[in-house]
């Protein structure tokens, strides 16, 4: 394995009830000012908003809301909850929600005291923070991102059309509650897609070097395989806690940098769902669906030991007389499979996306992974987006 220094700051409590029995004790070690950052409404629907409202305010805290927090989540945004925290001096940031909650309140969080213009700072290349940021709680309603155990926020800037985003270890939340039964009210659609985007993360990092025998890609190979048999039986059952709480762990295990230690890292068809997205707002899980497949068509070759693996570990496929490259394609293909059987899309036409104008500016704008097995320029992953047409 590589050289690494691993660190993770964020303290998880997991489980049933996790809200009422533990953010009570929590906010004791907080000021008064809570900004509470949620989405467009879902959280006071299924009932969610009540319950840590209720704590809240049985703490004696005086609650600022920050609600409207779109799905793909616009720097524009971030700095108008930057802007609202700087001026209600903000003693905690609570984000309950999803992946762009998260991301959105972490943004603001690690920003609210820098006085330069953050983007150039921390978004269009790697920067230093040498403030402190206002501390950042976290109640997850969606099992995803991971962003609950990490620094990372993905921001969309409208002006450049581009979406990004950087790790710091300094923008981790303080802490993070995980009920799993909060995510039962997320809609099929968010299932798949939400479920299929920790198989994705978990794949950016398997797929990348070094290939010899390491802990991380035998980590991840598990991984793989829990999020794929949870993500059949909580499609199956919604309310099948055990897979709820599956997934939900198996998101945090993907993104808080375990198995990232000691790999390269691809993320390359990431960057591509990114720019995506940036054009056309689609669903960040549904276009990682539809692109991996194509790229890894692209890339297999390049990586074709590791493709073979993928075949034999995670699929359980025999080789037999199958040659490796055989092999490595039957891997693919139980991938592309286990999609159509999860119901996500397979082609960017099922998305509504179909204006080739748009997809080349998406390719030209699209980031390129230097931890893939094979760097792609901008006239490939064109042709990838055509081909998922």
Known sequence: MKDFIFENSTKVYFGKGCVNTCLPEILKNYGKNVMLGYGTGSIKKNGIYDQVISVLEDSGKNVIEFSGIMANPTYEKMMEGRKLAREKDIDLILAVGGGSVMDCCKAIAMTAFYDGEPWDEYWAKKGTINHKPIPLGIVVTAAATGSEVNGGS???????????????????????????????????????????????????????????????????????????????????????????????????????????????????????????????????????????????????????????RFARNVWGIQQGSMTDEEMALAGIQALEDFIKESGLPSSLTEMGITDKEILKKAADSSGISKGAYRQLDHDEIYQIYLECL
């Open 154 to 308: 993905v921001l969309t800037n409208t002006e450049t059309g581009i979406k990004t985003d950087i790790d710091y270890v300094e923008a981790n939340a303080q802490f993070s509650l995980l009920d799993p039964e909060y995510t039962y009210s997320v809609s099929m659609k968010q299932l798949r897609a939400g479920s299929f985007d920790i198989l994705s993360h978990i794949m950016e990092t398997y797929f990348s070097g070094p290939d010899d025998g390491n802990v991380s890609d035998d980590i991840s190979e598990a991984l793989m395989k829990n999020t794929i048999e949870n993500m059949r039986k909580a499609i199956a059952d919604p309310e099948d806690y055990n897979a709820r709480s599956n997934l939900m762990w198996d998101s945090s295990m993907a993104e808080n940098r375990i198995i990232k230690m000691g790999k390269d890292k691809d993320f390359q068809a990431h960057n591509m769902e990114h720019q995506l997205s940036a054009f056309t707002d689609c669903n960040h899980g549904e276009g990682l669906a539809v692109l991996h497949p194509v790229y890894y068509h692209h890339i297999y070759k390049d990586g074709l030991g590791k493709f073979v």
